[in-house]
């Protein structure tokens, strides 16, 4: 493990490499919402990111899992990345 940084300085690195690269970035499950799997005060970090990518693996038991999965959240977390003209990519 190692010490967090904090949301200023993940903003600056962000930033930072905005200005040479597209920059993809994992985020937990529920980084629209801010519940659940995501990092309290890390809302600007996910959606600095020119592509969120939630991290998903492993957490479906089967096809009726995933379909729920698209249904409550990522169709959401979709719409969303559009508004901000960014790429989502859920793993």
């Known amino acids: 493990d190692r010490p967090d940084p904090g949301p200023p ?9 905005q ?6 970035g994992g985020t937990p499950t529920d980084w ?17 990111f020119d592509c969120v990518s ?3 693996v492993g957490r479906f ?3 009726g899992g995933c379909d729920e999965y698209y249904e409550e959240r990522a ?15 859920p793993v």
């Open 32 to 48: 629209r919402t801010g519940g659940g799997d995501s990092v309290a005060g890390y809302g600007s970090v996910y959606t600095a």
């Open 61 to 63: 038991q089967d096809a």
């Open 9 to 17: 300085a993940v903003l600056a690195l962000i930033h930072e490499l």
């Open 19 to 24: 200005q040479s690269a597209y920059v993809v």
């Open 54 to 56: 939630p991290w998903t």
């Open 75 to 89: 169709a959401l977390d979709l719409q969303a990345c559009q508004a901000q003209h960014k790429s989502f990519a």
